[in-house]
């Protein structure tokens, strides 16, 4: 398997640069197994959001991506949890955080947004805010 960096995956959606746009598109239509770690995940959320793309937009492409038959992220599970919270409301960076820690106890924070979306969607494990 070979991991591919943030900067790939950009130039594959935003197409913003025409010559490494081409590259990340031809590199992705071979026949190789890709990997990412999930920091590559989320850093991909962050450059699409600040090149103006909306949550609708991030999320069909992190569904593209993932859909891909090539690309076998690690943390597969993690990241599909996050993007179930992600499309409710929540921070896609908070919703990975609490994705990954998946199996402990709780999740502390001082962010009462997190907590009351947490709360709502049913997120586990549960978040506690701090006092």
């Known amino acids: 398997m070979i991991a591919l ?3 790939v995956l950009a130039r594959y959606f935003l197409n913003d640069d025409a010559k490494q746009s081409k590259a990340a ?3 992705l239509s071979k026949k190789q197994t890709y990997t990412a770690p999930p920091t590559v995940i989320l850093e ?3 450059v699409l959001r600040v090149n ?3 949550r609708e937009q991030i999320i069909r492409a992190l569904k593209l991506l993932l859909g891909l038959p090539n690309f076998k992220p690690k943390q597969f599970e993690a990241i599909c949890y996050a993007m179930r919270w992600y ?3 929540m921070d896609f960076g908070d919703a990975l955080h609490l994705a990954l ?3 402990d106890q709780a999740f502390c924070t001082f962010d009462k947004a997190l907590s009351k979306i ?3 969607s049913g997120a586990l494990p549960a ?3 701090v006092s």
């Open 5 to 7: 960096d943030t900067n």
């Open 25 to 27: 598109i031809t590199l």
């Open 44 to 46: 991909l959320v962050w």
């Open 52 to 54: 103006g793309c909306e």
């Open 87 to 89: 499309e409710e409301g």
């Open 101 to 103: 820690s998946a199996g």
């Open 118 to 120: 947490a709360s709502e």
């Open 127 to 129: 978040v506690r805010l």
